[in-house]
DNA sequence: CCTTGACCCTCCAGTCAGTGGAAGGTCTAG
DNA sequence: CTAGACCTTCCACTGACTGGAGGGTCAAGG
C-alpha cells in the first residue's frame, strides 16, 4: 500500500491526474486513517493502464470501456479489436484532414515573398480576395 | 446593414460563434435602436476572414494576431509567413505524432486475432503485459 | 387590435481532460 | 517543537464554442 505520489511515479501519471480519475470514477482506491489515498498493485495496474491507453489517444470514455473489458475475463477479444480499429479510422481521418490543411496553408505560404512590403496572398485568401 | 442571422448565413458561421468572437473582442458591429446587432459589409468580410482562417487551423488568438496585420495596410507580408509557416510546422508536428500512434495501435490491432476468446493482446499491451 | 412565430437579447452551465492554487490537516526528521 | 514535505477538499481556469432558460421585438395574418 502505498500513498498518491508513489502511485504517481509509479504510473507515470500526475498526482492531480490521478485524483481526477478518481473523481470520474476510473478508480476507487482505500483510504487510510488519515483519509489519505492509499493504492496497491492492482490499482496502479490499472493508473499504468488508464496512462497507456490515454497515451494512444484513446478519450476518457473509450478508456472506461477498455478497462471494463479489461476487467471482464471473459470478453471477446473481438470487442477489444473492434474499439482500437475505430480509434485507427479516427486517427486515419485526423491524418487526412491535417494532410490537407497543410498542402493548403504551404501553397499560400509560398506564393507568399516574405519581404518588407504589405502584398500579402496568404492575408488575400483569408480575406476572400484569392484569384483562383 | 443586416441582423446577426444574415451575417451567420454570409460568413458560414453559426450565429453563437458570432457572438461569441464579439464577446471575446475580435469585431463590434454596431447596434440598433431595440439593441439588435447591425453588421455591415466590412464586418461581414472580417467575420469571412476568421471563418476562414479558423478552418485553416489558427487558434483564436493567431486569428486575432493575423486579423490586426489583416488591418494594417503597411505590413510586411514576411510578418504573415511566418505565422503561416509556424502553423504548418505544428501541423506537421501533429501529423507525425498522429502517425506514430496509428503504427502502434495497428500493430497492436494485427497482433489480435478478433474472435471469441478472452486472450488480446490489445489488452494486454494496456495492461504492461506485453513481451517485447 | 391581437396573436403567432420568427427573430433577437443576456446570462448561466456544460463540453474535454485536465491544471493551478488556496486553505488547511498530517507526518516525519532533526 | 518546528520546518517542510506530504496529504486533503474545493473552486476557478483553459479553448472554442454549444445549449438552454427566460425574456424582448417585429412583421404578417385574422
Redesign the pocket.
Known sequence: MM????ASKRSHL????I??YEDIDLIKPAR??????SYNESDVHRLRFLQRS?SLGF???ECRLLLSLYDDDNRASSDVKSVAEAKIKEIDLKIKELGTLKVTLSALAQNCHGDDKPDCPIIDDLAGRRDH
Open positions: 500513498n498518491i505520489s508513489e500526475p498526482v492531480k491526474t485524483r481526477y487510510n486513517g488519515s483519509g489519505y489515498r490515454r478519450t476518457i470514455e
